[in-house]
């Protein structure tokens, strides 16, 4: 897990950030994490300014076997409505102006922080789709763990890899697409990351003196609506430490993913895709050419490699855990 900064810039961070010749060196973003579902999501504007309110349908309509002359009974399907919350991520930046000024390259100074933050943001979103409880947190979302888990809404769509205790995994099958499972933002916000930077603000310091520097707040407002359950699989409970790569003992990771894309109401009118841990990655492909088959590919999206399984590609999201309670 990368560091999370707490405290203000400083003269040291100034300085740790400029070569002989005071000039603003490039970062190598060491701390950079695999966040490709924030690449497959579709974002759509919410119906609420403060979530969105969808309509599920729970009973079909009643059908009769009608003799001559005999009437039928009118009848109708049952509908619920759901509204699905949205949260804010948020952060803020504070730099002395003067510290800002001693090398006049404060636009590339605030370029770089501002990366650090995106990166940040995109961990900290990708999680909470994920991890999300408003159990934990009323602030929160409910992410996928918490809504396909047993006695949660998606309790029918688990495949359960048998594992037990506190260091299990999980793969997700999403199918996203209109009236599946979509990403949104607020009603009158704007989808993604956003920031607003303030100059010569008045800023406080650690015993109440006031002086004058710049502020950056970075914020990030989603949610995440699911209107039919049946479009995510979870294969959960997969013991990471009973996993092998010849499948003799432990989780059998191609009969699993089989069963998931078995599972899912349809692979057509969505775009499905495998999400699992970089471990979990591997052992799939070590399973996979121990059996000598072809259910595993790799094509080439957009100049990039892409893995597939069964044709549903698989990414890698470093935020995925290996220390999971038994779903």
Not at 49 to 63: D, E, S
Not at 144 to 162: E, K, L, N
Not at 260 to 277: H, K, L
Request: charged residues 25%; proline residues 4%; hydrophobic residues 40%.
């Amino acid at each position: 897990m990368p560091t999370v900064g707490q405290e203000p810039m400083t003269l040291s961070d100034w300085a740790k950030r400029l070569d002989p010749k005071g000039n603003v060196l490039p970062l190598i973003e060491i701390l950079e994490q695999e966040c490709p579902i924030l690449e497959d999501i579709p974002w759509i504007e919410g119906n609420l300014p403060t979530g969105h309110m969808i309509m599920v349908r729970n009973a079909l309509p009643g059908i009769t076997t009608r003799a001559f002359n005999q009437g039928v009974k009118p009848e109708k399907g049952g509908v619920a409505k759901v509204t699905e919350g949205a949260t804010q991520l948020a952060s803020l930046f504070q730099a002395d102006r003067d510290l800002l000024k001693l090398n006049g390259d404060k636009a590339a100074y605030l370029a770089s922080e501002t990366k650090g933050f995106i990166q940040a943001f995109n961990h900290g979103v990708t999680q909470r789709l994920f991890y999300g409880s408003t159990a934990a947190n009323p602030a929160e979302i409910d992410g996928f763990f918490a809504r396909w888990r047993t006695g949660g809404p998606g309790a029918d769509q688990i495949v359960d890899a048998g594992g037990a205790g506190a260091d299990n995994a999980s793969i997700m099958l999403v199918g996203w697409g209109k009236g599946k499972i979509e990403g949104f933002f607020p009603k009158g916000m704007k989808a993604g990351f956003e920031y607003v930077v303030k100059d010569n603000q008045t800023l406080t310091d650690a015993d109440g003196g006031k002086f004058l520097g710049t502020e950056i707040y970075y914020y990030w407002n989603l949610g995440l609506a699911v209107e039919d359950y049946r479009y995510g699989i979870r294969i959960a409970n997969i013991d990471m430490t009973a996993i092998k790569e010849d499948a003799a003992t432990g989780a059998k990771l191609i009969e699993l993913m089989v069963k998931a894309s078995e599972r899912i109401q349809s692979t057509s009118g969505c775009r499905p895709v495998f999400y699992c841990n970089r471990r979990l990655r591997e052992f799939l492909r070590l399973q996979i050419m121990n059996k000598n088959n072809v259910n595993l590919t790799f094509d080439s999206v957009a100049g990039r490699e892409t893995l597939r399984f069964d044709g549903i590609p698989v990414r890698r999201v470093d935020c995925l855990g290996m220390t999971e309670e038994t779903a």
